[in-house]
Nanobody
Framework: QVQLVESGGGLVQPGGSLRLSCAAS????????MDWYRQAPGKQRELVAR???????NYADSVKGRFTISRDNAKNTVYLQMISLKPEDTAVYYC?????????????WGQGTQVTVSS
């Protein structure tokens, strides 16, 4: 059974850093394109970063130079290293595959991990 478990979020001051983890089971993170999304209160979920099966990476303009996506194939885990955090980075962060995992025709999302950037 597919499961995505995000962790590593928390409360951090502006300029601080966090590393998020996405532990996957039921799928292989090294053969799938893996994405990090975020959803801020009252806003739509947005794509933040992607790592392809070949290792190529892409980032939203708003996080370029500050966020780094990576993966550990042995641990079947994808990471999002975030530095120079800003209040506008506050959101619940989720990981998923490309295409988004569907179970019984319904999109599957993990529980996410809350990131709050505030002084």
């Amino acid at each position: 059974q597919v499961q995505l478990v995000e962790s590593g979020g928390g409360l951090v001051q502006p300029g601080g850093s966090l590393r998020l983890s996405c532990a996957a089971s039921g799928i292989s993170t090294n053969v799938n394109n893996m994405d990090w999304y975020r959803q801020a209160p009252g806003k739509q979920r947005e794509l933040v970063a992607r790592i392809s099966s070949g290792g190529g990476t892409n980032y939203a303009d708003s996080v370029k130079g500050r966020f780094t996506i990576s993966r550990d194939n042995a641990k079947n885990t994808v990471y999002l290293q975030m530095i120079s955090l800003k209040p506008e980075d506050t959101a619940v962060y989720y990981c998923n595959t490309l295409p988004i995992i569907k179970i019984n025709l319904k999109e599957y999302w993990g529980q996410g991990t809350q990131v709050t950037v505030s002084s």
